[in-house]
């Protein structure tokens, strides 16, 4: 099987030795004290991302802004948990990060979808009514890849202004950009403190380790630690230590630009095998940046996306559905052709290939 699951990584990009040596290097020096530490984590690792964040993606903050979590999902669940009440309106994009979504349902908020682009959110679509907060992807939106232009930041950040929202911006694959220096944050051209910024290292690193971080406003600093105190105390020392000091010798920024070399290898294999395999047959989106691609099939019916999943899934071949990300199914509808979803990042570009020709022998299956 070769499974083009967005995700999942290859094991081969983790930097074993560098991470071995740094946890064991942390273990000796944590040896004298055994307990609870900060809920706002590491010190030395928040000092440590705060530099990061202004060199590579133009983020201005403090260390005391930063709170370590167990990555994006923890993150997007304490904004619901301190910010949102039941019945309150927030707003996601459409189609959106299913995970993100059930999290404010979950809390009992009334979810609404916010029209998406080529170019990311609309946001000068946005409904002019008490919300009380966006959750949006604004430097790869997710699935579709768009990039947020700066005029709809501006707009976006003077929206949230005259409906006193939160806009919670998910970067959750912001290094990844090729052929072009990343887009800056959204939180950096904020100068109201109304955007609250979630970083993971789920995607240069590895999804297991659980380790993301949000850069709150002052504002929020001391709920957020709270809510973090009580919800599980703190993310795992050992592990915050270790990856603070390979982001202070540099191994970490190393380790990102080798794995944005390995990336853009596979991504150029994915849109070549597609190109050849499936001339005039596909369109492709999102493709300048990120760990994944969406692909219309042209001459797939929109009601035969699943069917083809399953087929494909016979072929050999994993791919996702991208019908389950839109809550509403208009935009989806408007379209009329299957989609799927397909992340590469875990996959050599001899597999990404050969995952292409398979999945055209599902399409011919399919008839
Ligand atoms: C939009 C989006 N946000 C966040 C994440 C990462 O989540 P986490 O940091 O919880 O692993 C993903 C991973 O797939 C994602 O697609």
Redesign the pocket.
Known sequence: MIDFL??ALAFDDFPILAWRKAYSRALVQRQHRLYYEAPEGERMLREALAGYLRRARSLICHPDQVVIV???????DLCARVLVDAKDRVLVEEPC?V??RRIFEAVGANVQEAPVDEQGLVSERLPERRSKLIYV?PSHQ??LGGVMPITRRKELLAWAERQQAWIVE?D??GEFRYGMRPVDALQSVDDKGSVIY?G????ALS?QL???YLVLPDALVSVFREAKRLMDRHAPSLEQAALASLIVDGTYERHVRRCRRMNESRREALLRALDNHLPDAVEVMGSASGLHVVVWLLQVAKDDEAELVRVARKQGVGVRPISPLYASGDQHRARQCAGIILGYASLTPADIDEGVRRLVRAIQALG
Do not use: N
């Open positions: 967005y995700g167990h990555g994006s999902q923890q993150a997007i990060y995970m993100a992807t997710f699935p998910d959750y694959d979630i993971t290292f789920s995607k999804p659980r380790l993301g």
